[in-house]
């Protein structure tokens, strides 16, 4: 590949994460459009127990465990791949998903990212 389309590939990826983070959708207007509210209270996760996810923005994603449970997983920095992730994995010290894991994005723009959990809050259904 040559050095020329190497840096309009790079380029291209700048600016579209760039732009991706200049409009960052917005995580309580996404709860509510799901029919979720925060928990005042932190979380742990058993890993084993997630079943799915719902990215919400670059720092912000729902992650499923069981039939009803709901997780709020708040990033420590922007992790860019994620509103395009077609997998994501999880790692943590512990058997819990918690404030010490860290969370594996695979995206096609983006390749292959790793992103540290800041938090995670227990969502309920809004009446």
Same mark, same amino acid.
Not at 11 to 24: G, K
Not at 74 to 81: I, K, T, V
């Given at each position: 590949?040559?050095? *020329?389309?190497l840096l309009l &590939?790079?380029?291209t990826s700048?600016? &579209? *994460?760039?732009?991706? +983070?200049s409009n960052?959708? /917005?995580v309580e207007q996404a709860l509510s459009d799901m029919g979720l509210t925060r928990s005042s /209270? +932190?979380?742990r996760v058993y890993y084993r127990s997630v079943n799915g996810w719902t990215g919400i923005n670059e720092t912000s994603l729902v992650v499923n465990a069981g039939v009803s449970r709901h997780y709020l997983v708040e990033l420590l920095s922007p992790c860019y791949g994620l509103d395009e992730a077609y997998s994501i994995r999880f790692t943590t010290p512990n058997l +819990?998903? /918690?404030e010490f894991g860290s969370i594996i994005v695979r995206s096609t723009w983006m390749g292959t990212e790793?992103?540290? &959990?800041?938090r995670i809050t227990?969502?309920?259904?809004a009446s």
């Amino acid at each position: 590949m040559s050095k *020329a389309r190497l840096l309009l &590939i790079s380029c291209t990826s700048f600016f &579209i *994460a760039c732009s991706a +983070n200049s409009n960052p959708r /917005d995580v309580e207007q996404a709860l509510s459009d799901m029919g979720l509210t925060r928990s005042s /209270d +932190n979380a742990r996760v058993y890993y084993r127990s997630v079943n799915g996810w719902t990215g919400i923005n670059e720092t912000s994603l729902v992650v499923n465990a069981g039939v009803s449970r709901h997780y709020l997983v708040e990033l420590l920095s922007p992790c860019y791949g994620l509103d395009e992730a077609y997998s994501i994995r999880f790692t943590t010290p512990n058997l +819990n998903l /918690d404030e010490f894991g860290s969370i594996i994005v695979r995206s096609t723009w983006m390749g292959t990212e790793r992103c540290r &959990i800041e938090r995670i809050t227990p969502l309920l259904q809004a009446s």
